[in-house]
């Protein structure tokens, strides 16, 4: 398989620069008495190429962090940097267009870019090929399961010839077997490309899988409370020991930080 | 290092494996069976409803030539619709609704984009057309009649008043509950206001704005009835005309015959959108279940 993108030796990346900086972010949902402090001053970065996974108990505002970085909403302090780079997000949802078939949802992606119908038609195609749904194209996304649909999905995000993917919780939904599968897949792509990638999970066990680094989000308000590298040789097992002991650590941390709420 | 390791072959026949496995075989019945299954219901409707009918002429409340029995408005029926001076009665009604529902459709469409898109207009007019709904079409036509005097433009007139807010509402209705999601799924992928609009939600009001349709027909369908009935134009028989002279004639036979045709006209129009509405459905995986 030839990867259908362009070069990734743009001008648009520098090198050493990370590819989304956040300096001192913060989100208040609502305004005054009820506004809600759902993200406070948080800093973080992910490097180029470098893949980050989030961490943290549910509600603790990670969907908010995605969000701003992919620009659907405003930060209400501090500064988020993307440096002009092209960002694509996969939802917790595939969030695919019922209205279009498969391989028509891959070449929305593509259509914003102004590229011509045919070439859309025939990327679609590779794209869906990446995914292992080569034959799938001509379907209606309900005709799919979830794993298929979570699939087309990135597949999509993928056509985007983004520079940056985030992910929110992309797997969350998949039986195990598949989200391992679909691990490997990633693993891979982000790998060819060169992608940098921010991985939003609340399964520990996801997040050592697959991060060069999972930061460790607090609840209420969310805050940036550790940073754990793993340097783990790839490719990784989501049941392999190394992975478990430091799942096992970094689940222990996550306790400690939900019993603060408690007390 | 692992043994199991998967090479990317065995990969993707284990994913292939899991969907076939996931993707357990729809099918839906044959063309016959299917009609079938609609047709039958009817019948049985149309049987008891005519057994009730005849019940209520035997039981006498009315003399026979003021409420007629199946047995003798079937045969004039048959009559009129073997005559050619019915079907153009027929014709010119068609016309009136056809048009009369085009043009609704182009207001309402025009009306629901601009009042969905633009806040101004739906703070001012959001709620006037919802109330326009609730006016009854008859209300309009004195009023009509003083405009364009005794003429289809008259008809027409109301024929729109009565469809377009129902069109229009169904159009705004669609981009009000455009899924949230698919409108972010939309701005990540680069869409943005008008494009927005366009590609994403568009197509996702389509349901509702078929509802609409489905609604403005039933009301431009009662408006064009009540304003054949007002709005008597020479030298162009129409079916409210027909009504209109059936009953001045004490003619219950005749008036019950064209009653019937204009029951079947609106019930066989509504048909045609239920079943755009069902096709939609299907290839957009809406489907209700069926119990
Ligand atoms: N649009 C919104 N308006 C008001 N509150 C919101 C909104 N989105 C999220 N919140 C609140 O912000 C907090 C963080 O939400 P979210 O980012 O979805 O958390 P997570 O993804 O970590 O589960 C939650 O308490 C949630 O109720
Ligand atoms: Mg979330």
């Given at each position: 398989m030839t990867a259908p993108l362009r070069e990734r030796t743009d001008s648009r990346i520098q090198g050493g620069e990370p590819a989304v900086r956040l300096d001192g972010v913060s989100k208040i949902y609502g305004q005054g008495k009820n506004g809600l402090l759902a993200l406070d001053n948080v800093s973080l970065s992910v490097g180029q190429g470098e893949f980050v996974c989030m961490l943290g108990a549910s509600g603790c505002g990670k969907s908010t962090l995605l969000s701003l970085v992919a620009g659907l909403d405003s930060p209400t302090a501090g500064r988020i940097g993307t440096e002009g780079r092209r960002i694509a997000m996969m939802f917790q949802e595939p969030a695919l267009f019922p209205w279009l078939t498969v391989s028509a949802n891959v070449e929305m992606a593509m259509r914003v870019q102004g590229v011509a119908k045919r070439e859309r038609q025939t990327r679609a195609a590779e794209f869906l090929e990446i995914v292992h749904l080569g034959g799938f194209g001509d379907k209606r996304p309900h005709e799919l399961?979830?794993?298929?649909?979570?699939?087309?999905?990135?597949?999509?995000?993928?056509?985007?010839?983004a520079d940056v993917l985030l992910m929110d919780e992309p797997f969350g939904a998949l039986d195990a077997m598949t989200r391992d599968l679909l691990h490997d897949e990633l693993e891979r792509i982000w790998r060819e490309r060169g992608l940098s990638v921010l991985f939003v999970t609340h399964n520990v066990r996801e997040a050592v899988r697959l991060g060069d680094r999972v930061v460790l989000l607090s609840s209420r308000p969310g805050r940036v409370v550790e940073d754990f590298p793993v340097t783990l040789d790839r490719p990784r097992h989501t049941d392999s020991a190394e992975v478990a002991k430091i799942a096992g650590a970094i689940t222990g941390r996550l306790r400690e930080e939900v019993m603060r709420h408690g007390s | 290092m692992a043994v199991d390791q998967a090479t990317p072959d065995t990969h993707a026949r284990q994913l292939a494996g899991l969907d076939a496995l996931e993707l357990g075989g729809g099918t839906r019945?044959?063309?016959?069976p299917r009609i079938w299954g609609r047709v039958w219901p009817m019948v049985l409707a149309v049987g008891m409803v005519v057994a009730i009918w005849q019940a209520v002429v035997w039981a006498g409340f009315w003399p026979d030539y003021v409420f007629a029995g199946?047995?003798?408005?079937?045969?004039?029926?048959?009559?009129?619709?073997?005559?050619?001076e019915y079907w153009e009665a027929i014709g010119v009604t068609m016309r009136r609704a056809v048009t009369g529902f085009a043009v609704s459709v182009l207001v309402?469409?025009?009306?629901?984009?601009?009042?969905?898109?633009?806040?101004?207009?739906?703070?001012?007019f959001g709620s006037l057309i919802t109330g326009l709904q609730t006016m009854p079409s008859i209300a309009w036509f004195p009023l009509a009649i003083?405009?364009?005097?005794?003429?289809?433009?008259a008809i027409t007139f109301v024929v729109i008043l009565g469809a377009a807010p129902s069109i229009a509402n169904g159009l705004i209705g669609g981009v009000d509950y455009t899924?949230?999601?698919?409108?972010?799924?939309?701005h990540v992928l680069g869409f943005r206001r008008l494009q927005l609009y366009r590609h994403v939600i568009l197509p996702a009001s389509l349901p509702s704005f078929l509802a609409g349709l489905k609604q403005g027909w039933a009301f431009a369908w009662r408006s064009l009835m009540a304003g054949e009935l007002v709005v008597i134009i020479a030298h162009q028989s129409s079916l409210g005309e027909r009504l209109y002279y059936d009953r001045e004639l004490a003619d219950s036979a005749g008036l019950l015959a064209t009653m019937i045709v204009i029951l079947i006209i609106g019930i066989g129009v509504d048909l045609l959108f239920e079943t755009a509405d069902n096709s939609l459905r299907r290839r957009w995986g809406l489907q209700q279940v069926r119990n």
């Open positions: 399961s979830g794993g298929m649909r979570q699939r087309v999905s990135l597949a999509r995000a993928l056509a985007q010839d | 019945g044959g063309l016959a199946p047995a003798e408005v079937v045969p004039v029926l048959g009559d009129r619709l073997t005559s050619g309402g469409l025009v009306l629901g984009a601009l009042v969905s898109r633009i806040r101004v207009l739906r703070a001012a003083l405009l364009f005097g005794l003429t289809e433009s899924p949230p999601i698919l409108l972010r799924a939309g």
